[in-house]
């Protein structure tokens, strides 16, 4: 009785340290694969078709930096995950040895070489430096892989 009673509280406890207790999805799977063995990752938000000239701007220049940059980046989009809170037209970049950048509604193709020319530890141009996308203290990568 004492054992299945501390089984009991040491199994309660796992799921208070933030073990998974769920099995993850297999996109999940992968992103964490990805993270874990140092891949550069990207997620894409929402992006909800708007007939405008600045979509048109972004969606292009996101889908030629993605097709371009096709095997540095591991590309998801965020609603194959439980837990990645992104707004619309946001792009996460994240690599485990790096800093994570997000970029929330950006059309300057600088700002997405930036993060390449980081994460393939390029020497970054000083016309390239001035759009430097916002760091991010909290890493959703982490978050969805519960690490």
């Known amino acids: ?6 089984g009991c509280f040491a199994f309660s406890l796992m799921g208070c340290t933030g073990v998974v207790t769920a099995e993850q999805t297999s996109s999940e799977k992968q992103l964490c694969d990805d993270y874990n063995n140092d891949k550069a990752i990207i ?8 007939d405008s000239e600045w979509y048109a701007d972004w969606s292009s ?5 993605v097709a371009t940059n096709s095997e540095s980046f591991h590309v ?9 809170d992104l ?3 946001s792009v996460l970049f994240s690599k485990k ?3 994570s950048y997000l970029l929330e509604e950006v059309i300057e193709p ?5 993060v390449h020319l980081e994460y393939t530890q390029a020497n970054i141009p000083k016309h390239i430096s001035a759009f430097k996308p916002n760091q991010i203290n ?3 990568v982490s978050k969805i892989c519960n690490l």
């Open 1 to 6: 009785m004492k054992k299945i009673l501390l």
């Open 43 to 50: 997620i894409i938000g929402s992006t909800p078709f708007e």
């Open 61 to 65: 220049i996101l889908n030629s930096f």
């Open 76 to 84: 998801y989009r965020a609603n194959q995950f439980t837990h990645a």
């Open 87 to 89: 707004k619309n037209y």
């Open 97 to 99: 040895s790096k800093q």
């Open 110 to 114: 600088q700002s997405y070489q930036y």
């Open 138 to 140: 909290t890493n959703l």
